[in-house]
Nanobody, 121 residues
Framework: QVSLVESGGGLVPAGDSLRLLCVAS?????MGWFRQAPGKEREFVAA????????HYTDSAKGRFRISRDLTKRTLYLQMNNLKPEDTAVYYC?????????????????WGQGTQVTVSS
C-alpha cells in the first residue's frame, strides 16, 4: 500500500501562484494531479511518468501549470501560475503502478487526502 500526502494548498488572489507537493511512501510507475470542485466530478489536471519525466496536461493547465518530480525525495510537484477563480478545487495526488500516463481516475491505484486550493477574484 502506497501512501500519498499532499500539501501546499491555500487561498490566493487571481493571478498568484501556488506549488503543491505530494510525498509518496514508495515509488510507482506514474503519478498525477486531479482536482474536484464542489458539485463536479473529479477531473484530470496533469500526469508524469516517473522513469523519464514524460508529462501530459489537460488543456486548461497547459502553459500555466507544471508537473515535476524529485525521485530522491519521492515527491511530486505541481507548480501553478496565473491562477484563476475556476481553478478553485480540492487537488488530489494519485499514483499508478502503470508505466503509461493516464488521464482516467480509475487507472490510479493510490490517492492522497487532497489539499484545498481557493482562488479569489
Amino acid at each position: 500500500q502506497v501512501s500519498l500526502v499532499e500539501s501546499g494548498g491555500g487561498l490566493v488572489p487571481a493571478g498568484d501562484s501556488l506549488r503543491l507537493l505530494c510525498v509518496a511512501s514508495e515509488r510507482t510507475g506514474s503519478m498525477g494531479w486531479f482536482r474536484q470542485a464542489p458539485g463536479k466530478e473529479r477531473e484530470f489536471v496533469a500526469a508524469i511518468r516517473l522513469r523519464d519525466g514524460t508529462t501530459h496536461y489537460t488543456d486548461s493547465a497547459k502553459g500555466r501549470f507544471r508537473i515535476s518530480r524529485d525521485l530522491t525525495k519521492r515527491t511530486l510537484y505541481l507548480q501553478m501560475n496565473n491562477l484563476k477563480p475556476e481553478d478553485t478545487a480540492v487537488y488530489y495526488c494519485a499514483a499508478s503502478n502503470s508505466l503509461l500516463i493516464h488521464t482516467e481516475t480509475i487507472v490510479y491505484d493510490y490517492w492522497g487526502q487532497g489539499t484545498q486550493v481557493t482562488v479569489s477574484s
